[in-house]
């Protein structure tokens, strides 16, 4: 007799071809209205760095904050190298940890290889995470350049691959209760990928869109009101996630009022390709 239920699964567990879900919580406070995330998130700076010879480093993140995310950044187009030969790079240096635990006070890894090379709305991510404050930086090492430059949107990235492993989304679900009126309510499942990211100069918005999306899909009747339950659901979906080379899903809860979420579980199922 096959046992059709659904497995929580840990990302030591070796199950796959079998349908599995994780889930999670959300609740907004007062003073909280905005974009949030769930079951990861996207921490990035707004607006972009304009790095030079003059000034060759930008900094992200707060110091001693437990992020353990990958370093992304979004370019604005190719960057500009002069008065020398070889490649100038941008380096992410910090604290790095693994995911089994162990921490590089003093890491580095190059996200850049080639600035000249990039091209408008390229997206680049390190792979390692990092905790605390990170560092950008433009480096020209040995090449001689006199004169080097690039622009981009940067910042950090966590997103659930369950456990590194590819997988296919068939459902996702949202229930909750409102706790004030709210018409500016949403909730998406992004699909994180390479893909569809966006550069600006100012204002910039992370991530490649909606995969699902509660206001699409409900339209007129899309609010929250004081007290009243609210539910999302969409079934047989067929996304492919390759969670064993930098994709993942990240939750996007919008919200228009302080405190208008009581609560909210998210539920994502999928199913588990082999190894």
């Not at 959300?26 to 079951?39: H, K, L, V």
């Not at 949202?174 to 893909?195: P, R």
């Not at 206001?215 to 999302?232: M, V």
Request: no cysteine; charged share 15%; net charge negative.
């Amino acid at each position: 007799m096959v046992n059709s239920r659904t497995i929580e699964l840990t990302a030591e567990d070796e199950f796959v071809g079998i349908t599995n879900t994780r889930s999670y919580s959300f609740q907004s406070f007062a003073g909280s209205s905005g974009t949030n995330y769930i079951g990861g998130f996207y921490d990035v700076s707004t607006t972009d760095a304009n790095l030079t010879q003059a000034s060759t480093t930008v900094t992200h993140g707060d110091a001693n904050v437990s992020y353990a995310a990958h370093a992304i950044l979004v370019a604005s187009g190719a960057g500009a190298a002069s008065g020398g030969s070889g490649a100038v790079t941008i380096v992410v240096s910090g604290t790095s940890i693994t995911d089994a635990g162990v921490r590089t006070a003093a890491d580095s890894e190059t996200i850049v290889s080639d600035i000249t090379a990039m091209s408008t709305d390229e997206y680049f991510e390190t792979d390692k995470k990092w905790l605390g404050t990170i560092t950008y930086t433009l480096t020209v090492g040995a090449t001689g350049h006199t004169a080097y430059s690039a622009d981009f949107n940067y910042g950090y990235a966590k997103y659930e691959d369950f456990g590194n492993r590819n997988f296919t989304v068939t459902d996702f679900e949202v229930v909750g209760v409102a706790g004030v009126n709210d018409t500016g309510f949403d909730v998406q499942l992004q699909h994180h990928k390479a893909t569809g990211w966006t550069y600006a100069a100012s204002g910039f918005d992370p991530g490649t869109g909606a995969l699902v999306d509660m206001n699409t899909d409900h339209s007129t009747e899309q609010n929250l009101s004081n007290g009243e339950p609210f539910a999302y659901k969409r079934t047989s979906l067929s996304t492919a996630v390759n969670g064993g080379d930098g994709e993942g899903t990240v939750i996007r809860v919008v919200t228009g009022a302080n405190g208008s979420v009581q609560y909210l579980d998210a539920h994502i199922r999928v199913t588990l390709e082999a190894d």
